[in-house]
């Protein structure tokens, strides 16, 4: 009888991922059955699909049908899939795995329950002593390899094992209880005992986490969470139908005073009357109310050292009523086929916008900026965005001034020590001349 068959491990841990990442808001207990033995086959579970006690106490006496049968129910305090995946080997790398011996003895004749009904308290125990019509004898594992067994009656054993605490890593604990079931399916091997183990826990680990973590919006999660902000949809500058330029920004701040009072002008729909396109030039002007004008001048060139096409912001109008405040902008630059983005580019604390008439007080202040003029290619998303931060962000600039500095100081130190001569002579007016006898 083919027995439901768990490849490997990278299997088990992926399946636990699914029914982790889809799980209902319903309490529920992961399930580990195996066997020296075959087990009945069980049809792979649905996604999200909680077994129900009758389903597995239809399954429980079908594996326990004929015969004696010695069970073994390792019983954790608390036991949720995130265990597994959380402590569990990552895929390909047995070697950090809480569950080294649990995932080895689920090599063999193995069913798996993900998702196990849970409504207060195990029916586990009280499942098994039904079907093999003994009451559960609680064994303590250091004990284990004293124990008498008649193999010739049904024996329910059970071994508690505590959940993580406050004293230890939770990692450490999971890993003393693997260390516990390999133990005892080694003394049961040893003794020639045919069995068969189930791991499970008397509650789930986490319940709390579960509510907030349940990813799927479904239903009455979906009534719960509050609508995120709209994001308002991006200025689009289209041509016969089709975008030609894009622009967002969170906001389009400009002041027109010395006394900083801002107008953010990413807040109103703009027309775009006079904007224009071509294959190697890009102007985009948005006219707002008030006779406010913000333009964006772009062309691309092919630059033979890069051996690729960029685009650059060449300048930035700003204009009000019949009054224009160049801004150069060369900096913001990109290949040809991404986006530019910047979470900030403004005229008075970056070099990215530069004012061409220098004695003005006017400033532009553009908070998450994006922009592309080119090469949209009839889509309405921006390509990959080519990001102003780029490698070095202020942290990492931090991190290599200061190394930079302790390796000067240290070059330095050496250099003194370096520097260091012993005394050819020592001066001591009493005593001989020391004399050092050369060596040819
Ligand atoms: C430009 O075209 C896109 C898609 O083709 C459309 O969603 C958008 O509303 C258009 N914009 C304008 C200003 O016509
Ligand atoms: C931009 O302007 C808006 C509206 O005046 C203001 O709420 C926001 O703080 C400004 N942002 C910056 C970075 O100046
Ligand atoms: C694009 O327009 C600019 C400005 O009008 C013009 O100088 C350029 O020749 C045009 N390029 C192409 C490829 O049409
Ligand atoms: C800025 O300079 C441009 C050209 O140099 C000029 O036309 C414009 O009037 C100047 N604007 C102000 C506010 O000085
Ligand atoms: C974009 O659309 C125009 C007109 O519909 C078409 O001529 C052109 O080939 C399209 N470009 C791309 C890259 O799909
Ligand atoms: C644009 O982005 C949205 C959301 O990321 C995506 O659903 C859509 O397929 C994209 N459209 C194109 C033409 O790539």
Not at 64 to 75: A, E, I, P, R
Not at 79 to 86: E, G, P, V, W
Not at 243 to 258: D, K, R, Y
Not at 389 to 417: E, R
């Amino acid at each position: 009888m083919a027995a439901s068959l768990w490849p490997n491990q990278a299997t088990f841990i992926a399946v636990l991922c699914i029914f982790s990442s889809t799980r209902a808001l319903a309490s529920h207990v992961p399930l580990l059955i195996w066997s020296s033995d075959s087990l009945p086959p069980v049809a792979p579970p649905a996604a999200g699909h909680i077994t129900s006690s009758s389903e597995l106490s239809a399954f429980l006496s079908s594996a326990l049908s004929s015969g004696t049968h010695t069970v073994l129910l390792f019983l954790q305090d608390k036991l949720s899939q995130d265990d597994f995946t959380r402590y569990g080997g990552v895929f390909g790398n047995k070697e950090d795995s809480a569950f080294k011996n649990i995932e080895a003895a689920l090599q063999s004749h193995s069913v798996v329950f993900p998702a196990l009904e849970w409504t207060g308290s195990s029916a586990v125990p009280a499942l098994l002593a039904e079907k093999l019509g003994v009451s559960p004898a609680l064994v303590a594992p250091e004990t284990f390899p004293d124990l008498q067994m008649d193999s010739s009656v049904n024996n329910l054993f059970l071994i508690n094992m505590p959940y993580c605490g406050q004293d230890k890593p939770c990692r450490e604990t999971l890993k003393e209880n693997d260390e516990t079931v390999g133990q005892v399916l080694k003394t049961l091997e040893d003794k020639k005992v045919a069995y068969t183990a189930l791991f499970t826990g008397v509650q789930p680990s986490r319940v709390i986490a579960e509510l907030s973590l349940s990813g799927t919006p479904v239903g009455r999660s979906l009534l719960q969470t509050p609508a995120p902000p709209a994001v308002p949809p991006p200025i689009m500058y289209n041509v016969s139908g089709n975008p030609c330029i894009m622009l967002w920004a969170q906001n389009l701040n400009v002041s027109f005073t010395e006394t900083e009072i801002w107008t953010d002008l990413a807040q109103q729909t703009p027309t775009l009357t006079g904007s224009f396109c071509n294959a190697s030039n890009s102007v985009l002007v948005l006219t707002y109310t008030g006779g406010i004008t913000l333009s964006f001048f772009m062309s691309q060139r092919f630059y033979p050292v890069s051996a690729r096409a960029w685009f650059t912001l060449d300048r930035v109008l700003l204009q009000q009523n019949a009054v224009t405040v160049s801004f150069s902008s060369r900096l913001v630059s990109a290949p040809a086929e991404y986006s530019y983005h910047c979470q900030s580019v403004s005229s008075f604390r970056d070099a990215l916008l530069t004012p061409i008439n220098t004695t003005t007080t006017w400033k532009v202040n553009l908070i998450d900026f994006q922009i592309q003029g080119f090469s949209l290619n009839n889509g309405t998303n921006f390509s990959y965005a080519s990001d102003c931060a780029g490698f070095f962000t202020p942290g990492i600039w931090m991190g290599l001034l200061t190394s930079l500095l302790m390796l000067w100081i240290f070059v330095y130190g050496l250099h003194m020590i370096l520097q260091l001569n012993t005394m050819d002579r020592f001066d001591d007016p009493k005593g001989p001349c020391i004399s050092v006898p050369q060596t040819e």
